[in-house]
């Protein structure tokens, strides 16, 4: 099963103006999260969806593979699902996402997503880490909690699982993970994903993976160690992010 690896890269943020060429170490930041999934050797070709000039340029300069894509996409998904036809892409043929905020995405999460579906374990395949209960308070964490199996059962920014009484404390524990935003898909589900209209779960939650979920597309979790960093949002993220990138190799450790 061949992977394609897309990065879909908006430069219409506002909460970090410019962020695929705000300069990471130097270079532009989709550059940056492109040299990443290259050197994880996971993809036969990575490619960045944009539906901007300037970024198509810059990745075009670095070497990179860049495809333009329509503007009005609401989400990566759908770009990275444009990719995916213009491609022609057979339906067995498996896509990976890697948001294009993500230079220091980990080996084991893209390793873990994408062995989800060549296993056959389900047509979509994720990523979260084992956390604790800080994370439950912080809406801007996506948290999941799976079944048996190491499959999704829900997405929420809430606390999950809701702890009902104090002395079951130690049940919760090992229940809390945080999502981590990579995926993988078969195509044929990639394809079914995007043709599926909002789910009001999906509106309530601003979570677009509770779309396939409550349709019942199967997401598979894999377990992932804690990154070393985060996605890129704000000044101060990309701030910290140059404070610790003389220190972090593109050279992917062992998933």
Do not use: C
Request: aromatic content about 4%; glycine content about 6%; overall charge negative.
């Amino acid at each position: 099963m061949s992977v394609v690896a897309v990065i879909p890269a908006r430069r219409g943020a506002t909460r970090l103006v410019d962020k695929p060429l705000r300069l990471l170490g130097g270079r532009p930041l989709v550059v940056r999260v492109l040299e990443r999934v290259q050197a994880l050797e996971i993809a036969a070709r990575v490619i960045v969806a944009t539906d901007d000039d300037a970024v198509h340029a810059v990745v075009r300069e670095a070497g990179g593979e860049a495809v333009l894509t329509r503007a009005e996409h609401p989400s990566g998904t759908d770009r990275v699902a444009e990719v995916a036809d213009a491609l022609a892409l057979a339906d067995d043929a498996i896509v990976l996402n890697v948001q294009g905020d993500e230079p220091f995405v980990d080996a084991s999460a893209v390793h873990g997503a994408v062995d989800v579906v060549r296993q056959g374990r389900a047509p979509i395949g994720t990523a979260a880490v084992r956390a604790d209960d800080a994370v439950l308070t912080m809406p801007d964490v996506v948290k999941v909690v799976v079944d048996d199996a190491g499959r999704a059962l829900y997405f929420s920014r809430a606390p999950i699982p809701y702890l009902r009484d104090p002395r079951d404390a130690v049940h919760r524990a090992a229940l809390i993970r945080q999502h981590l935003g990579v995926y993988a898909y078969r195509v044929d589900a990639l394809r079914r994903w995007v043709a599926l209209p909002p789910h009001p779960l999906e509106l309530v939650e601003r979570l677009e993976q509770l779309r396939p979920l409550a349709a019942g597309l199967t997401i598979g979790v894999a377990d992932a160690p804690p990154p070393r960093f985060g996605g890129i949002d704000t000044e101060s993220d990309l701030a910290r992010a140059n404070d610790a990138w003389a220190s972090f190799t593109t050279v992917p450790t062992p998933a």
